[in-house]
């Protein structure tokens, strides 16, 4: 029994210390991934575009379903080990630019991800930058001292390489 008491108290104050330190990281945050793939803009848009056809080489998702659209901008939701999440697409601008918002506000995490597409002299430059908030506390300390801001970005790059069939370096940014 003293030992159950002690297991308790110990996660308790775990918990609280998290709980503390997090209200101290800020609620919002930005990071960024940066990858060159030898495919031209239009491309590598096309594959990033194909929402549904992204259950094939993205090894997390379980499935797609497109939506109706949402206030007039196309929606859709994935499923994986982790649940689902709800995007709209926000800015579509062929090959250069999409923007995708998280489009659950119950979900204890929302924000954008932006794709921006440039020609570089080793093909397209692809570039994630994620506008991010985190609600609670405690999993504002566990993203911000944990697991980190860019490990989804750095999965989805090395998930678009590998379908590609490329190798590519993935660089941190912000």
């Known amino acids: 029994m003293k030992l159950l008491a002690l297991v308790v108290g110990g996660l308790l104050f775990v918990a609280g210390l998290l709980y503390l330190v997090g209200s101290f990281v800020p609620r919002e945050h930005r990071a960024a991934c940066r990858s060159t793939f030898a495919a031209s803009p239009e491309t590598l848009f096309a594959l990033l575009a194909d929402v549904e056809g992204s259950v094939a080489w993205r090894h997390e998702l379980k499935s797609v379903r497109v939506l109706e659209p949402l206030d007039g901008k196309p929606s859709f939701v994935e499923e994986s080990s982790q649940g689902s999440v ?89």
């Open 86 to 174: 709800r995007y709209v697409i926000e800015c579509d601008e062929p090959p250069h630019t999409r923007v995708l918002r998280i489009a659950d506000d119950e979900l204890p995490y929302g924000g954008t991800w932006t794709f921006e597409l440039s020609p570089s002299a080793n093909g397209t430059t692809l570039t994630l930058t994620e506008d991010g908030f985190v609600k609670p506390p405690i999993f504002r300390a566990l993203a911000h001292f944990v697991f980190g801001y860019h490990s989804t970005m750095e999965g989805y790059l090395s998930n678009v390489a590998k379908k590609l069939g490329e190798r590519v370096t993935v660089e941190r940014g912000q």
